[in-house]
């Protein structure tokens, strides 16, 4: 119901009917909307922080690197329609707004983590700086590339990682020149 009307659209009536449920049954579970809304932010944070879940076994590859940013990414928010909504809807409520903080701190740390396995000497200062632009970038396209449709959603998911690598690039050779057992160059 939040994917589909918003939060401010989605009433309790609507929400219990699409679950089979009368309402009073609904509020034995949740006392409002909200909480209900709250509960779903923190699942969605707990299997977006298992989707970003993975062994750092050493240096990455540029490619691997903007696959393990990109991918899970745009799967995760496909299946979760209700996920933009409650993250970065207008109207979400307060509850969910301090969920969704600690979503976003999780996913800053998740890519810079990915960074760190792409270039494990670079400073940690350029690192961090350098992962809040790759996610203020996959965040500023994927409501583009989730319009679409799945054809043009591969496309668009295409470009995002174009745009990635040739951001991450010059990172990516300076992981390379200090990677060990490489020696410099």
Known sequence: MFAEVGYEGA??????????????????FFDNKEAMAEV?????VEQLR??????????????????RMVDPLVAFNLAN????ILLHGPDAPNAVA????RLHREALSHVDALLAALAPRLHAEERRRRAVVCKHLAKALLPLILAADPP?????SGELKDVLRG???P????????SPGRGTS
């Open 81 to 84: 329609p209700a996920f933009q």
């Open 152 to 156: 043009e959603r591969q496309r668009l």
């Open 11 to 28: 009433t309790t009536n609507a929400i219990a009917a699409r679950a089979g449920v009368s309402p009073g049954s609904l509020y034995q």
């Open 171 to 178: 990172m990516a050779d300076e992981g390379e020149r200090f």
């Open 50 to 67: 298992a989707l970003q879940a993975w062994p750092a076994d050493g240096p990455l590859p540029l490619d691997d690197v903007v696959d």
């Open 40 to 44: 779903l932010a923190m699942r969605y």
């Open 167 to 169: 951001y991450l690039a």
């Open 98 to 101: 301090r969920a969704t903080e």
